[in-house]
């Protein structure tokens, strides 16, 4: 099987393998299936001989195919129909915020890291970053989303004054929009970040990663792309480097946490959900 070859031929000494018969996951596929899994279950493919396994595809939140799916679940691995380790495009070019939309993959958790994601008027949220989020969101349908936002709590506005960024309506409206996307509410947890700690721009999900060379709010109120930035990649975790990157990038977020959970103010606001993030002081 040469695609299958392509695919694994770097993964190295990754147990993330093709393994045939496995007794895992079993028939106990349900819609609470997905708790408890490790990172590396939640960035692999489920090729099933099981009544269930139409109906858990169709969730959109991990690879599930039955018989005779197998070559359509490895194509969203893909990146423009190719097995591209990661694909870059000129973030000028861009008119709107598709590329993401294409080349999403299901997933059960959304993790954006960009410290400025919010730091323009909040009438632009709509254009950049609920637009964003609901492009990757785009496979999901009928299960919650977890959704973890890394950002800064005050940016600087027109005015030489910090404003806070308004965090409860930040809330408010991705839910109504996520809701209304995929139909299920979402968990989302918003983490500001300690002063410089992250510089870069990503976004996580099981199978696919997004990196930017500047903040997600590249439109302007007339949908003109205004960003200086250079270049959006997409990146497929099918990689074994990529996916060894994410791996190490989860634990200095998963410290991030831990900071700011030990600080004692409030820095962690929302449901604090999340497949590959632990939050241990839930009521924030």
Partial sequence: MPLIK???RERGKSTNKPEWD????GHNLSKNFYEGLTSEQLMSIYWLNDENAKAMQEHGNLL???VGDELK??????IEGRAY??????????????IIGCNASPCTDIIIIDPYLFAQS?????LNAYKVISEVAKRVKGQPLNIVIFTNYKYNAESDNNSDIPITTIQRRLKEIIKEQCGAEPNITIVTMPNKEEHDRTIITN???????DSFKYFNDKGKNVSRGRWFDVCSLAHKENQEIVTDYLKDLQEIIKIQEEKGVKNIWG?????FLNFTSKGH
Avoid: H
């Avoid at 679940?73 to 893909?78: I, R």
């Fill in 73 to 78: 679940s490895l194509l969203q691995l893909f």
């Fill in 85 to 98: 380790p990661i694909k870059k495009y000129p973030i000028r070019k861009m008119t709107d915020w598709s």
């Fill in 271 to 275: 449901d604090e959900q999340s497949n």
């Fill in 122 to 126: 909040d009438l632009l949220y709509d």
């Fill in 64 to 66: 599930f195919a039955p």
């Fill in 6 to 8: 392509s695919l694994t």
């Fill in 207 to 213: 199978y696919k990663v997004f990196v930017s060379g």
């Fill in 22 to 25: 496995s007794a895992f996951p």
